[in-house]
């Protein structure tokens, strides 16, 4: 896919599927629905278990969230999977976690295409 932007793709861990200790996992250039905007560049967790939750993506990982909180990065450069692990040693999520990914152009991005001369398509793919 060419295009710079793409749909918001949505995911959602049910109550209950994300097992104290274990880790979901979900590789976006293997799904045939979003594979063809990947890389993505937003991302936003949202947290309504009242687990805590190890996030990984990109070059971050074991970022921790809070129970009953969201997480956001606009610049999530060079997503192409992602993994969240429940922390807690005893429960499952005892609510669901949704994930929202997508690929964005923002006025960062238009800044940095600006000041290093690169193409926008480049900048927004985390390629720079």
């Not at 896919?1 to 793709?9: D, E, G, K, V």
């Not at 994300?18 to 993505?40: K, M």
């Not at 909180?69 to 922390?87: E, M, T, V």
């Amino acid at each position: 896919m060419s295009s710079l932007r793409s749909p918001a793709f949505v995911q959602v861990i049910q109550t209950g599927q994300l097992a104290a200790g274990t880790s979901y996992y979900h590789n976006y250039q293997t799904d045939d629905n979003i594979g063809g905007f990947v890389p993505l560049n937003n991302l936003i967790v949202q947290n309504f278990s009242g687990q805590r939750l190890s996030l990984s993506y990109g070059d971050r990982q074991n970022i921790i969230l809070r129970p009953n909180s969201n997480f956001a990065d606009p610049q999530a450069y060079g997503i192409r999977s992602i993994q969240i692990k429940n922390l807690d040693a005893a429960n499952a999520n005892d609510d669901l976690i949704q994930i929202i990914v997508q690929r964005t152009v923002t006025g960062d991005d238009a800044l940095i295409t600006a000041a290093l001369g690169l193409p926008l398509a480049q900048v927004s793919r985390g390629d720079w």
